[in-house]
């Protein structure tokens, strides 16, 4: 009887600790998917502010190394390059010059993954809109901080 009345004693001393155990998890949880959220906001005002200064470099810095870019009606770019031949064909074939991202939502997957999902405005070198679309972004925590792993976006116009 001793035995029983101490297992069911250390029962619940452990089951009264889970719930205190859940918040801090979720806390935690809450308080990486804000870090994220605020990685986020700055790398999206560095995105366009790389096309308004034709700074490839930082465009560049702001993928992880393995990622995927998955633009409308094109073979996916993968990889180290992929961020650099994207920029460069933004730049000169589309004339990206400036842009908007407007986040809708962005929700924790794992530990080290969040998705982003939003609309976004292009403009050109005269600071006209040209162009209108949507998004979804798989973002990756690497040692270098939060990076664009999987981008996928395409327009809201119809081709005419």
Not at 26 to 48: P, R
Not at 68 to 90: E, R
Not at 117 to 132: Q, S
């Amino acid at each position: 009887m001793k035995g029983r009345k101490i297992f069911i004693g250390v029962y619940w001393a452990v089951m009264s600790m889970l719930p205190l155990g859940y918040v801090s998890a979720q806390s935690n949880s809450k308080a990486a998917l804000e870090e994220a959220k605020k990685a986020i906001a700055e790398s999206n005002e560095l995105y366009f502010r790389a096309f308004a200064k034709n700074d490839a470099s930082t465009f560049i810095n702001l993928y992880a190394e393995d990622c995927w870019i998955m633009p409308p009606n094109t073979p996916t770019l993968c990889g180290p390059d992929a961020p650099g031949d994207f920029f460069k064909t933004a730049y000169n074939q589309f004339g990206i010059r400036n842009g908007k991202f407007i986040t809708i939502d962005v929700y924790g997957i794992s530990e080290d993954i969040v998705a982003e999902i939003g609309f976004c405005k292009l403009y050109n070198a005269d600071n006209i809109e040209f162009n209108d679309g949507k998004f979804l972004r798989l973002w990756k925590k690497t040692e270098k901080g939060w990076k664009i792993w999987r981008d996928s976006f395409n327009s809201s116009r119809s081709e005419k």
